[in-house]
Structure formats: C-alpha cells, structure tokens
C-alpha cells in the first residue's frame, strides 16, 4: 500500500446535473461504453445506459458521504440483514438525485418514456417478503436522515424464484438476476475478506508466556464485497449497501491440486462458490440446512473483518472506543452467530481478554425479533456448529456456561429457568437457540409492533423479560413514503402535494392536514379519480398476468403477501365461495360487485401453502366462468407477486385484507402501504393492525374475527364442527368445498385443507373468524356503496398514515437503540 501511486481524482468537476450532461453522458454510455447503436440495439441497454449516467452523480454522493463520517469520526450502525429486498433502483435514483425537470428534458431529449424504460430493470429480489423489504426501507430512512449506517448482506446470484402458474399450481423458476448485468453495484476486490471453515481449535503458549487459542486447518473461503449506493432524498447523502460473494481461494484450489486431482480442485472451487448462489425460499424458519448456516456465518464474519479493518487501520490494536463507534443491528437472529464471532476476533485475533471483549461485544449488538411463531425460531445443532465452525461453537458454550452461572446467582436451585433459558438445550441431540444467543449477547431486543412486543414479554421471552426488564422494547415498523407514494402513485401524490404542499416527503405526519379535505366534495372526487385511474393500472396488470378482466367500478379486494395458513389466505377464499353461493341463491339485491385479488408466493416445501394456491386457483376458474357472476364477482390469484407488482397494486387498492389469526402476524407492513395510499383495511387485531386502527379510528376500519386474548382462550376447547354446524353459511361453504365442486377433475385434493378447518386442533382457527369476516365484508360492500362515504374514509385513512413512515420508525431506533449524530456531507475537498 505504501508505495502505492495516488491518482489525483479531487480536481475532476462532478457530473452536471442539467439536462445536457445526462444526454451527453447517456449517449456516451450507450455507444462508447456499451458499443450499440440505434441499429444493434435493446432496449435493454437503454436502460443499462441510463442506469450508468445516474450511478456516476450517485458516486459523487457516495464519495462526499464518507469523507464527511470520516471527518466526524462518526459512530456507526452496521445493518446485519440476510435479505434486502430491493426492488427496482432506477426511478429511486432519478428520484432521490433531485435531477428534477432536467432528468424529464433530458428523456424526452433522447426520445426515452420513463415508464417504458423503468420496466427493463429486473427486480432485485434478494428476500422473502417483510423482513427484507423492512431492510431495504430501512436503508431509505437512514440514508434520508443523514444517519451514517451500513447495510451488510448477501449478493445471491438467485434471488426469490419467479412463480409461474401451472393448472393452478405454483412452479417455481430460477431468477438469475444478474443476468444481463446489474448497473448499481461496484464490485470491490480490494476489501476482499477470507472467511474460515472447518479445521481445529489449537492452544498455544505466546512469546511472553500467555495462553491463545487459534483455529487452523480451515478451509477458507473469499468474501468479495459489491457496493450498491443507497441515496438519500435529495440531501446529498449516498450510504452503501455491501453485499458479499464467495469465491474460492487460490490456497483452496492448490490443496486439492497437490493432491492430484483437478476436477476435484474445481469442484471444491463451486462448493465454496456456492454459498453465495440462492436465497433460501422460505420466509419462516427450514431448520437445519448446512448451505444456510454457512451463509450466516459468512456474512457475520466478512461483514465483521471489514469493520476490524476499518478499525484497525484508524486506531491499530487499541480497542477501547469500539462499542463507542459501533452498533450492529441484527435482523432476526440469522446473523446472530455474529456475537460469537465477534467475541472470537476480539479474542483471538485481536488479544482481548474475555471480559474485555464480552464488554464490548453486549455493548454493540442489537437484535430485533419478527416473529411469534415458537416453532419459526431459530436452532443450529451443536454438532453442526461444531463441525462447521469449531471456534465459535467453543465460544458460544464459553458464553453459555457464564449466562448459566448468571441464572443461578439469579434463580437459586430452580433448573427450570435454567432449562427454558439456557442457549444451548440439554439433552441428546443438544441445539444452540439462536434467540437466546441473541437476547444475552444484545444490549437492545425489539419487536416490531406494539402487540408483539407486549406478547414477546409476557411470552415467549418473558424470563428473559424479568431478568434484565429494560433490554426489551418496541419499534413499530414502518415504510418509506418515497418508494411507498411519491414513486408508485405520482397522481396521488401530485393531488396531495397540490393540496398541502411537499413537505409530507421527509414529514408524514404532515399527511393529518388532508383531513379537513375529507369533507371537500370537489377534493373527494378528485381523489377517487385518481383511485380511479390507478385501479385501471391494476386492471391492466391483471389482464396481463392471467388474462382475467376486472370491473373497474366494483371493489378491489386485495390480499397480497406470502402464503402462509396463519395469514389466513384461506379464510378469504371461504368468503369468495360464499359470495357465489348468495349469487346463486339470487341473494344480490343492493349487490356491491367486488373482485378479489390474491397473490403471493408459497415456500416450495410448504405443503398446505402450496394447495391453498391451487384452491384459490380452482375457485377463481369456477367463479369466473360462471355466468351468473358476471359483473358481480371476479376472483384473480395474481402470479409472481414483487416488489414492482406491489407497486401497481397497492395505489389502485380500495380494501385491504389484513386477516391474520390474532397474535400471529408480528407487524406486517403491506398494510401500511395501503394504508398510505388510501385504502380501507379489513382486518384482526393483530400486528400492526392495531395502530392502524388507532391511528385513523374505529369507524374507518373494518374490524373482524377475535382478539389475541380471545384466540388463547378458544384455543383451549376449540370446536369447529360445532362453529360449522352454528352457521348456516359456514356450512353451506363447506358442503360445497366438500362435495369436490371445484375440483371435479381431481378428487379429494383439497382434503387435507377440508381437515384442517375442522379440526380442533386447527392452530389459525380459521372456522371462528368466518362468520365475523362475512358480516365485515357486508360492512364493507354497504359502504363502498356509498361512495362519498368511502372516498371520505379512504382520505381519512391516507391522512392518518404518518405514524407508518419508516423515517419515523427510523427516528426511534436511533432515539432508544443507536444514537447516531445526523450528519449532511460536505463536498470532498476539491469536489
Ligand atoms: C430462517 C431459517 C432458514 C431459512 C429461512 C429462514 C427465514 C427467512 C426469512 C425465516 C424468516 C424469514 C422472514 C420473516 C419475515 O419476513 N417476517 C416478517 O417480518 C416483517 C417485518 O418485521 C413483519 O412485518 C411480518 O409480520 C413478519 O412476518
């Protein structure tokens, strides 16, 4: 490095930000960098040469926003996140730049329509739903408030399969992504990081006499960083998303050549490869698979050597402000194996002593917990672990053993809050819990709605909650505005910013001035022209998909997220079935025509997910071809649900189900989407449902089935044949499902769903909502009927949404659990 020759970059003038630089500069990539011309041409590489002209000003920003941290010496927030599910980058950069008009001359400069170019750019899919998207809106906000934050994360060469649909069942497909390059990203060999595999654990005596320990024998593996800049709204501020890839090394390949075989060389080489090739599908945990721990330790330990390198090269071996300057915010416990590698190059590398690094490691982890599902949390065999990653297996039974000692000094004699807490289970077949590991190593553990977190403390983690009752809290999750209206409905938001002004962009709660406008006839209708016009989109996207027409005049009912028995897609197809049966039994006076749009992908060994697809699929086929419904009843599982679909659907929503068994959904976040956009909700108590509710009040929500309370005690003696045989409507929906009306082709298919609502052990007590669902939807239709009342609750339902912005989700985290200074950038010198 040191006799490395500088190059002088500090006298280059930045990019311009007129239209005439981005022409320039866009046909210079087009035909310099990329080689087309208008005669060998796609318009892919339209897109590609658009995507460079931004990705040079977002440079500019990245480079200005790491001087001014370094300058500040600022504290730091390491985003630790599996999945960030991004999405689509080039309208957000256009939009986050301030390019203004001068972005829209310059397009019609070079004869390029926005929307057009805007759909060459494949999804960057790399999560399963919320919690990745949470990632990805989380980034947004930070970078927004000028909060110095990294995300750390995995670079998948396959991102969430593509869904097809197939005789109503789901096919999943590969999503090579990558595919015809990603402009965003800056490949950084430089900071490449090794990270160990296998091997033993060795004591040795150092030359002044001490006791070390060391892992040899290791089968390394090169963690490559790729930079993606995360902009800022218009604040100059471009933070970085890294994301990691492996590679083997060349000491890896040599081994095996040696040895003499060199087919074995390259496939040792794509193992290690492999580690970086696919995001696991499954959006609750599949317990168990080495690939999957493997890429959590990966990214725990690259991500954590690129902070010691940072470090190192600022203060040397001198650990003292460490915990001062860092956080690492781990989302969900899988990349929780970080607090062991942490304590481990403290330790080993780094020649602290246990308590020295035990200091500083609770000082700076942070964990957030998403889930409610005890069987969804996370366990890694000891043996496993032990296999994998001797070292850190060694340290988490170190950490173990001390948090055990901490029980009994807590609980003498009673080895039952020994057993319940322990992170490692007793036993035969021992299993580290990654939970425990997590809540002992952090000095912060979330939930991510009121409910959940009440519920994670008086539940599953209550004894954690009593011994140490300030570790725990909430942070209601949240959605970046930008991305969430401003980009996806620019009707909307013009309407809005016409009324009262931009501020809502960086302020939500300034949204609460539409309210008086609620009760402005000439306001109302043009707010729902623009419903209007946006459902037309939806309608579009639909015919698309799958080919179905929807009536632009009847309800949109909406249920768009991954499929899951407690999200209770179910229960919405039961009401579909029984809308047909009250069309059949010409039951339609004062009819409120309706379409219902489900969609959302099922993890591919999820049996009763799979088939609750196909029988949204088979029911969809039945209603829709049947001429009775015609204008009345359409129903549409809508295939591959994404981020962009998420873009189209939820502007042109008017209901919102959000219909999860109470205590079951820890926040959800689509609905704070809809929310945003105007539409109504349906929905349980449950998640962030509930602040939903408050925040626009009771009479402009559609409340339905039990409460978290209600759930716990029916559980008890839960009845469903008795529910069935109670509800005349209940038990004409389930004659019919049973009589194999919808599948007459396939005999007895849908059994094992048919069992599921009637048995009594039926953890999602589907059969107990459905008749307060019904009589919801009745509320619904009776009032959408009414359109100045819908139109009025749907404006009251925008205007209330401030509370959702992830910025001010955002704003806590940094309030309670960070403590980052907000900095703006200056230029560079010489910039
Ligand atoms: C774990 C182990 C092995 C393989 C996969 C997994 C895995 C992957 C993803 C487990 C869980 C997930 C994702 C969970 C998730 O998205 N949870 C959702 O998080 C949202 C953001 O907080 C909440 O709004 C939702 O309520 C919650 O379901």
């Known amino acids: 490095m040191s006799k490395h020759k500088k190059i002088e970059t500090t006298a280059l003038t930045p990019p311009g930000h007129d239209s005439e630089s981005l022409v320039k500069d866009f046909r210079r990539y087009f035909s310099h960098t990329l080689g087309r011309n208008h005669y060998q041409s796609t318009p892919h590489y339209e897109y590609i040469a658009l995507a460079m002209t931004l990705r040079d000003r977002l440079m500019v920003g990245v480079n200005n926003t790491r001087h001014t941290y370094e300058h500040h010496d600022s504290r730091r927030v390491c985003y630790l996140s599996m999945e960030y599910l991004i999405g689509r980058s080039l309208r957000n950069a ?9 972005f829209n001359t310059a397009l019609e400069q070079l004869g390029l329509d926005e929307e057009e170019i805007v759909e060459l750019e494949h999804d960057a899919g790399l999560g399963n739903g919320g919690l990745g998207r949470l990632a990805a809106c989380f980034l947004d906000s930070c970078a927004t408030l000028g909060l110095p934050v990294i995300g ?13 649909i197939a005789d109503g069942h789901q096919i999943e497909e590969p999503d ?14 430089e900071y490449e990081q090794p990270v160990q595999f296998g091997g033993r654990v060795e004591r040795y005596i150092d030359d002044d006499g001490r006791a070390h320990t060391r892992w040899v024998d290791t089968h390394d593996v090169l963690a490559i960083p790729f930079d993606i800049p995360v902009p800022g709204y218009q604040n100059g501020t471009v933070n970085t998303l890294r994301l990691w890839s492996a590679v083997a090394t060349d000491e890896f390949n040599l081994d095996e050549f040696n040895a003499g075989s060199y087919t074995e060389a390259v496939a040792a080489r794509i193992a290690a490869e492999n580690i970086t090739m696919v995001l696991y599908p499954n959006d609750a945990s599949e317990n168990g698979k080495e690939l999957r721990l493997r890429q959590q330790y990966f990214l725990a330990s690259a991500s954590l050597k690129d902070v010691f390198r940072q470090w190192v090269n600022r203060h040397g071996e001198n650990f003292d402000n460490f915990a001062d300057k860092h956080c690492f915010q781990l989302n969900d416990t899988h990349p929780s194996i970080a607090v062991a590698e942490l304590m481990r190059l403290l330790i080993d590398v780094h020649g602290l002593t246990w308590d020295a690094a035990w200091n500083i490691t609770s000082n700076c982890m942070a964990y957030t917990n ?13 043996g496993l672990l032990e296999q994998l990653v001797p070292r850190v297996m060694e340290i988490v039974r170190e950490i173990n053993s001390r948090f055990i000692a901490e029980i009994e000094v807590r609980w003498p004699g009673d080895p039952e809050y020994r057993e319940r807490m322990a992170i490692i289970t007793e036993g035969p077949d021992p299993v580290v819990r990654m939970a425990h590991l997590a809540i002992v190593g952090s000095y912060s553990v979330n939930g991510v709605a009121e409910l959940h977190s009440k519920l994670l403390k008086q539940g599953l983690f209550s004894d954690f909650h009593q011994l140490w009752p300030t570790r725990l809290n909430n942070k209601t999750n949240g959605v970046t505005q930008r991305r969430w209206l401003k980009a996806c409905n620019p009707e909307l938001s013009n309407l809005i910013t016409a009324s009262i002004g931009e501020g809502w962009v960086t302020d939500l709660e300034q949204l609460k001035n539409l309210a008086p406008l609620a009760r402005d006839a000439a306001f109302r209708e043009s ?17 698309e998909g799958c080919g179905i027409e929807l009536y632009p005049d009847a309800i949109f009912d909406v249920q768009v997220k991954r499929i899951h028995e407690y999200k209770r897609q179910l229960l919405n197809v039961l009401h579909v079935i029984h809308l047909l049966q009250r069309i059949h039994r010409g039951d339609v006076a004062d009819w409120t025509p309706r379409c219902v749009l489900i969609g959302g992908k099922a993890a591919p060994g999820y049996f009763m997910a799979k088939l609750i697809i196909k029988l949204i699929n088979n029911v969809a086929k039945v209603v829709n071809a049947d001429p009775r419904t015609r204008g009345l009843l359409r129903l549409v599982f809508l295939p591959n649900y994404n981020v962009s679909t998420m873009e189209t659907i939820c502007p042109g929503c008017d209901l919102s189900a959000q219909i999860s068994t109470a205590g079951k959904e820890a926040s959800g976040t689509g609905n704070m989407k809809f929310m945003i956009n105007g539409a109504l909700t349906i929905g349980t108590l449950d998640g962030a449902n509930i602040e939903i509710r408050e925040a626009v009040g009771a009479d402009n929500f559609f409340l339905c089935g039990m409460n978290a309370e209600e759930v716990a005690e029916k559980r008890e003696q839960y009845d469903p044949k008795g529910i069935v045989a109670a509800d005349d409507d209940l038990c004409e929906v389930m004659e019919v499902l049973q009589s194999g009306h919808f599948n007459l082709s396939e005999p007895g298919i849908f059994n094992p769903i048919i069992d599921s609502i009637f048995s009594p052990h039926d953890a999602w007590m589907t059969a107990a909502d459905f008749p307060s669902f ?20 749907s404006i009251l ?9 992830s910025d001010r989700t ?20 010489g910039h």
């Open 94 to 102: 256009a939009l986050n730049l301030d390019l203004g008009d001068e």
């Open 152 to 164: 750390y994360g995995i670079r998948y060469q396959y991102g969430m399969f593509r869904q097809k």
């Open 176 to 189: 090579s992504w990558l595919r015809g390059g990603h402009p965003w990203e800056i490949e950084r060999p």
């Open 370 to 382: 998403h889930t409610l599902l005890p069987e969804a949390l996370e366990c890694w065999s000891v």
């Open 527 to 543: 707010w729902q022209a623009v419903k209007q016009a946006n459902k037309m989109k939806v309608a579009a996207l639909v015919k």
């Open 774 to 793: 019904v009589a919801a939807q009745r509320r619904v239709a009776s009032t959408f009927g009414d359109r100045e009342r819908w139109t009025e609750m």
């Open 797 to 805: 339902n925008t205007a209330a949404s401030g509370h959702f912005s």
């Open 810 to 829: 955002i704003r806590e985290y940094n309030r309670d659990i960070w403590r980052l200074e907000p900095v703006s950038p200056v230029r560079e010198p």
